[in-house]
């Protein structure tokens, strides 16, 4: 029950929240991007029901149109992190000996470092800008993807189906893409769906830092960095962007408990 | 180990964790809460002071807190004029000569008197280069420092500097900090009206009143600097009372909110802070005359002076501030002329090709740092920009990364402040061709030979007449030349609880009249 | 025994060597010039190139990391380039500040994950399940700098039971500590419910409870000792994360640790003083997950000691 009760809401919020964003340009009550400098910090009313920023501008159409930034850097960085940890991974548990040594101590080396550090590091050197804070957030990100790949493919090697493809003369790369591979999905799709959440969290801390999306595009990060100076005297300039953020990142932790729930075969019940 | 003992280790081992944490409440409840609230004035500040040792530091606040410990030859009041401070008389009997007698009976810290070795101690390791200190280019004229008697100093210079006056006015140390060496900023030692007590970095700053100095023991006992890097809780920590005292370190939309509070006060004054828009005259576009005039008719500053700044800036029409005595009239001011804008472009070459349509004349990239206000006022150029046809895309950089491209020419379009504009030889640093980046402030690469010789003339001559003529000059030429956009010059602002009276606000946002400031007790006050 | 442990100490050195290099490169690639931070933009150019020598940053790349390395090898983090005393010194005087956080903020994370583990696991499948899953999400679900306002609004000024921030007194720990930890529920309180699932259908839990001994006995003494070496291993895992995710909630609270250091030290270009923090927190994670992997050994009899 716990198991179709998470994926039911933790997916109905995604897929909600989705495609609010999706249809942004078509739930938008006003332009995201047009100012009107006098009507600065105004309060929710009909027209702009979520009230307006310090610029004047309507702030459920730039939340709207923000999810589209927030949820595309989330879903790019998480993507890349499980490209490179996959690759990574595969590589060190199909391998093993020196090759699984030297790569788990490259990965020792990454979570050992400070992640924000790096970000900020890439930030500076790359221009800001979308793709650029997918990269920052990626060069760290593939570390955990790696190792559960990685501990899954060395558990799954010694396993009868993979003898019996070697023995029936299957080349190693079609092992490791065919049996290995799609043994090692189902925990990684876990993973990558509460990693996700902690994209779009990092991404938030980086505009915290000024090192996030460029103005004038929102994001939620951007947002909630924006009206942070002013919480006391325009809460709403932060209350909805949070609540968006708040909801995504709950939505994805708990979908991803059910999916858990559902694809580890691990877990007795 | 059976399941059962480790259970019962598990929990005494949590028991002893409550109750160690326990102790450790109980310790910290009963710390040290040094000075009654009645005595002593908590000042909220936004970044930590890199360096208490005068010499060393070049960041405002470093310095701003410096003052209090450290006093100088000479110093600025409320209004900005040079006041002699540990100098009881300044003579000036050549153009290379300034010569100095000290007042008698000013005392360090320490309780040692100070004396003309003092002073010519503190400028000479300035300039020793092992020390690497920021202020020895200031002291580039110095030749050298003789001291005839023990209350008499003499700066002999090279060649004569109109902003000599500025460099001397560093806090003297006493010469024993030679032998401290580099733990002297530890426990720093002047002859300021507060004597330093603690510093714990990111934390605090706490002084004490010095009763033995030369003006007079300060009328409360202690002064306490409290870093706090968000501003929300900079309002929340002055609303509830742990700190009594802000300035400028808050947003103008919050001034509504303490003009309600009645247990606060605020106080305001033009500043000499200055924001620009720095062009870089090598870029192809931006060289032309008619583009940069194009922009500064295109950029409309009223609004965000008005719904941004809340009226808490003064549009600028130059680097001076208009109540400063090189400042001239009837400079441009530049007025919101879009249509104007549009033809100065056409004419520049550089015609809207589809009208009013997306397509840009050209793309422009405006940088600025990663401050969340900078990055707002950006927005707001970008969207004015684009009503007549240009595109500018904002790339807000990380403060080191920000400033590097910025020495080093990699720009367009940049936006910075300029902060305590106060001897006018400042326009020699950023406008003379001779200061281009490494060696001086002149990051968009101006290059114009009057405007060189008048600086020149300016930074040699010791007639006030000859200087405001060149000064005058030079702001007429830069006024029509536009290497910069002038934006505006802001008001200091401080709030501060109603307990305090007496405190003035200086133009460079100084917090120094603090030290002569005095406290009423509270109501209920011990 | 021995073996294991030397096995384990002589893995650290790659590791340790590792950040080194990576923070030397990082602080190679980072644009903006410290000389010009150090010395204002006025210096004349005989007095930077005066500086860059007594710095030795004129010398070949090559040249400088093998002295860093030196330096670091005789234990020595070099000088801060503009508080000009010793990185170790600057570093140190956080440690205390940084420690407590880092310690109190995963007493918060197990304060609010192992209750709601136990319960989640105890009624499994149902919507109590899923609620305790939802709490103990909700916190981490806000980005630090908006929680972090949010309590103090809530806790300071309207109940007034905590001081709004600096670190004065064991009240002013518990703010930050709970915005920190709440980010570190979660995965807590994943684990401790996956391993309570683990170990509660196993015959020995049910010989346990056939014997009549209590519910709740059986619960602490037998299932959750069962949880506490996972529990172990992710808080080890967690700490860098911890240290480094400190920087935010360190500058809302105006709490001085090492995180609002490295910022500073960014953003001034102080080389050695980046350096030395890293150091510092990669030093920090790799001894606690040392720790952990020691505890795990001796603890659990399974895992082999080679």
Redesign the interface.
């Known amino acids: ?3 179709s ?2 994926i039911y ?1 933790g997916g109905g919020i995604i897929t909600l929240l989705l495609a609010a964003t999706l249809a942004a340009p078509l739930l938008s009550p006003q332009n995201p ?1 047009e ?1 009107e ?2 009507q ?2 105004s309060a929710p009313e009909a027209a702009h029901p979520f009230g307006r920023d ?2 004047g501008r309507d702030i459920l159409s730039r939340v709207l149109h923000g999810g589209r930034t927030s949820l595309t850097v989330g879903f790019a960085a998480v993507s890349v992190s499980v490209l490179l940890g996959v690759i990574i991974g595969g590589i060190a548990g199909y391998l093993g000996g020196v090759w699984d040594e030297a790569i788990m ?2 990965t ?2 990454f ?8 970000a ?2 890439l ?3 790359l ?2 800008s979308l793709w650029n804070i997918v990269i920052s957030l990626s060069v760290f990100g593939w570390v955990g993807y790696a190792r559960l790949v990685r501990a899954q493919v060395l558990a799954l090697r010694e396993r009868e189906f993979v003898t019996a493809a070697l023995a029936a003369g299957a080349t190693p790369g079609r092992i490791l893409t065919r049996h290995l591979l799609a043994n090692v999905i189902s925990p990684v799709i876990v993973e990558a769906s ?1 990693g996700m ?1 902690g994209a779009i ?1 990092a991404e ?2 980086l505009s ?4 996030g999306i ?3 595009e929102p994001s939620w ?1 951007a947002m ?3 009206g ?7 809460p709403h300039l ?1 209350i909805y962007p ?1 609540i968006a ?6 939505g994805l ?2 979908l991803g ?1 059910g999916l ?1 729930d559902l694809l580890d075969p691990t ?3 | 180990m059976s399941p059962a003992r480790r259970y019962a280790q598990v929990r005494n081992k949590s028991l002893a964790l409550v109750a160690l944490m326990l102790a450790y409440a109980a310790l910290s409840a009963c710390g040290e809460k040094g000075a009654t609230k009645g005595d002593t004035i908590v000042v909220g500040i936004g970044t930590n002071p890199t360096q208490l040792d005068p010499r060393l530091s070049q960041d405002a606040i470093s310095s701003k807190v410096q003052r209090f410990i450290f006093s100088r030859l000479i110093s600025k009041d409320h209004e900005g004029r040079i006041v002699l401070e540990l100098a009881e008389k300044w003579e000036r009997p050549t153009p290379l000569v300034h010569r100095f007698e000290l007042r008698r009976g000013v005392r360090f810290h320490n309780g040692e008197a100070l004396t003309a070795s003092d002073v010519k101690y503190t400028f000479e390791s300035i300039r020793d280069p092992s020390l690497a200190s920021p202020k020895a280019a200031g002291l580039k004229e110095l030749a050298r420092i003789e001291t005839p008697t023990p209350h008499s100093v003499v700066f002999h210079l090279t060649e004569p500097s109109a902003s000599f006056a500025e460099s001397l006015m560093v806090g003297i140390l006493p010469e024993s900090a030679r032998e401290a060496g580099s733990r002297f900023a530890e426990k720093p030692i002047g002859t300021g009206p507060f004597q330093f007590v603690e510093f714990a970095p990111d934390v605090r700053i706490a002084l004490k009143a010095f009763p033995g100095h030369f003006a007079g023991k300060p009328a409360y006992e202690s002064l306490v600097f409290r870093i706090l890097p968000e501003e929300t809780i900079r309002v929340l920590e002055l609303e509830s009372g742990g700190v009594d005292f802000l300035q400028n370190a808050f947003s103008p939309d919050i001034l509504p909110r303490f003009i309600q509070n009645k247990r606060l006060k605020i106080r305001k004054r033009l500043g000499t802070n200055f924001t620009y828009i720095g062009f870089n005259l090598e870029d192809p576009i931006l060289s032309k005359l008619e583009v940069r005039r194009a922009i500064a008719h295109a950029i409309d500053r009223r609004p965000i002076v008005r719904f941004i700044h809340k009226g808490l800036v003064q549009e600028a029409d130059s680097l001076l501030p208009p109540d400063h005595w090189a400042h001239i009239k009837g400079l441009p001011s530049y007025a919101h002329r879009p249509a104007l804008a549009m033809k100065l472009l056409d004419e520049a070459g550089y015609p809207d090709p589809d009208g009013p349509g997306p397509e840009p004349r050209f793309t422009l990239v405006y940088k600025t740092s990663q401050n969340e206000l900078g990055r707002r006022i950006a927005t707001v150029f970008g969207h004015q920009l684009a009503r007549v046809g240009i595109q500018m895309k904002i790339r807000s950089y990380e403060w080191g990364t920000f400033f590097g491209d910025i020495r080093n020419g990699n720009f367009q379009l940049y936006s910075l402040t300029w902060v305590g504009i106060s001897d006018p030889d400042i326009y020699r640093y950023i406008f003379h061709s001779r200061f281009m980046p490494p060696a001086g402030l002149n990051r968009g690469r101006y290059k114009n030979a009057r405007v060189d010789a008048l600086l020149e003339e300016a930074h040699q001559s010791a007639e006030p007449e000859i200087r405001a003529r060149a000064y005058g000059e030079t702001q007429r030429i830069l006024g029509r030349e536009l290497p910069y956009i002038n934006l505006w010059h802001s008001m200091n602002v401080a709030v501060f609880d109603k307990r305090i009276s007496g405190y003035r606000v200086y133009p460079d946002a100084d917090f120094i009249s603090l030290a002569r400031a005095t406290l009423s007790p509270a109501a209920g006050d011990r | 025994m021995r073996k294991f442990l030397l096995r384990r100490i002589l893995l650290l050195i790659p590791v340790l060597w590792g950040v080194t290099t990576l923070v030397f490169i990082v602080t190679q690639v980072l644009p903006g010039d410290p000389v010009d931070l150090m010395l204002g933009e006025t210096a004349r150019p005989a007095q930077r190139e005066q500086l860059r020598k007594t710095l030795g940053l004129d010398r070949p790349l090559g040249v400088q990391y093998a002295d860093y390395m030196g330096g670091l090898l005789r234990g020595d983090l070099g000088n801060s380039l503009h508080q000009k005393r010793p990185v170790s010194a600057i570093i140190f005087e956080r440690t205390y500040a940084s420690a407590e956080l880092t310690l109190a903020s995963m007493a918060v994370a197990l304060l609010i994950s192992l209750p709601l583990g136990i319960a989640a696991a105890r009624r499994q499948g149902t919507a109590l399940d899923l609620g305790a899953g939802f709490l103990a999400v909700a916190g981490a679900s806000m980005p630090v700098f908006w929680l972090g306002p949010l309590l103090i609004i809530v806790f300071s000024i309207g109940l007034g039971w905590f001081p709004v921030s600096g670190r004065e007194g064991a009240f002013s720990l518990i703010l930050p500590a709970v915005t920190l930890g709440a980010a570190l529920s979660p995965i807590l309180m994943r684990m401790a419910r996956s391993s309570l699932l683990d170990v509660l259908p196993q015959d020995y839990i049910s010989t346990a409870r056939a014997k009549g001994i209590s519910e709740k006995k059986v619960l602490w003494l037998h299932a959750l000792k069962n949880a506490c070496l996972p529990l172990i291993t992710i808080l080890s895992l967690q700490l860098g994360a911890l240290l480094s995710g400190a920087i935010i909630t360190e500058t809302v609270f105006a709490w001085p640790g090492v995180g609002r250091l490295v910022i500073q030290a960014i953003a001034s270009r102080d080389y050695p003083l980046v350096q030395g923090c890293v150091l510092f927190i990669a030093a920090v994670y790799v001894s606690a997950n040392f720790l952990a992997d020691i505890a795990y050994a001796w603890l659990d009899p399974r895992v082999r000691l080679t």
């Open positions: 029950m716990r198991r009760l998470s809401l991007y100012m400098l006098a600065g910090l310090k610029l101590r490259v020792d080396v979570l050992a470092f400070p992640g924000i550090l790096l900020i590091a930030m500076s050197v221009a800001p509460i959440a969290l938030s801390g915290f830092l000024g090192l460029q103005p004038p990060g909630l960095a924006e942070r100076d002013f919480l006391l005297v325009a932060t949070g953020i708040a909801l995504t990142v709950m932790n708990v408990d858990r877990q007795k019940r």
